[in-house]
């Protein structure tokens, strides 16, 4: 186990490694940002330390000796089920990274380590009130439901087509996300049997100015277990129910 300066009110952050170089290099740049920092080399020292001590946060690289990330998560999700986990990989081992988002990773990190991103991540994680993700190609809905969202108490995020979210949605864990149903580059049903293969659990609430043209993507994503269908222009209150019902 490698142990940093263990302040006092600080975030306090398990490094699960099996590279020693690597672990004593993010703790000292933890250190730098003004959390805590532990790091351990295997996943069995990893459930002990959660065991035997409090965490805010699991920095975790999926592909280790003996124990794989993915199982240690489970392990761990066991102990502490509200523990966020941030998985890394310096691999393409994908069957892996999607089990890893199926059974509730915060996130996918690939290395090297984007640390100017990692550090956005680690303080959401930290917020109260729901994650929500905003899917839309119109940057003034997404603006003015984020700014509405935001005053509202929700932690937002915004993407402008469906291949980015898609990616988001293996970086960050939302709890809520409007998609519209009419994107470039991947249309919305496509956008959603994506996102749902991967975060099974997220609510996904469709939203579209085109309901008579997408029927047929509408009624699919639907009968998969998409919320509701909301049209443009938006009820804003019947959302916010809506929002505040499935949070």
Do not use: W
């Not at 805590?36 to 965490?55: L, R, Y």
């Not at 991540?121 to 190609?137: H, L, P, R, S, W």
């Not at 003015?144 to 937002?156: I, N, P, W």
């Not at 519209?180 to 749902?196: E, F, H, Q, V, W």
């Amino acid at each position: 186990m490698l142990q940093g300066n263990t302040l006092e009110g600080t975030l306090h952050i398990l490094i699960v490694d099996d590279n020693t170089d690597f672990c004593t290099n993010c703790i000292d740049i933890f250190e730098s940002k003004g959390y805590s920092a532990t790091a351990v080399h295997d996943g069995f020292d990893a459930i002990e330390a959660v065991k035997e001590n409090s965490f805010d946060l699991v920095l975790m690289d999926i592909k280790m000796p003996v124990m794989n990330g993915v199982d240690t998560y489970k392990k761990i999700k066991q102990i502490d089920p509200r523990l966020p986990v941030v998985m890394m990989s310096a691999y393409a081992v994908e069957e892996l990274l999607v089990n890893a988002l199926r059974e509730g990773a915060f996130a996918i990190f690939h290395k090297p380590l984007n640390f100017g991103k990692l550090f956005s991540t680690i303080e959401y994680t930290q917020k109260n009130g729901a994650f929500i993700m905003v899917v839309d190609d119109d940057n003034d809905i997404c603006e003015s439901l984020s700014d509405l969202l935001h005053e509202k108490g929700y932690r937002v995020k915004t993407a402008n087509d469906g291949n980015i979210a898609v990616q988001m949605s293996r970086e960050n864990l939302f709890d809520v996300i409007l998609l519209d149903m009419k994107l470039p580059t991947m249309n919305g049903l496509d956008a959603y049997l994506a996102i749902r293969d991967i975060r099974p659990s997220v609510v996904v609430i469709l939203i579209t100015g085109y309901r008579n043209e997408l029927r047929n993507l509408v009624d699919r994503a639907l009968q998969r277990n998409a919320c509701v269908c909301l049209d443009k222009p938006l009820d804003i209150d019947r959302l916010l129910d809506i929002i505040q019902g499935k949070t």
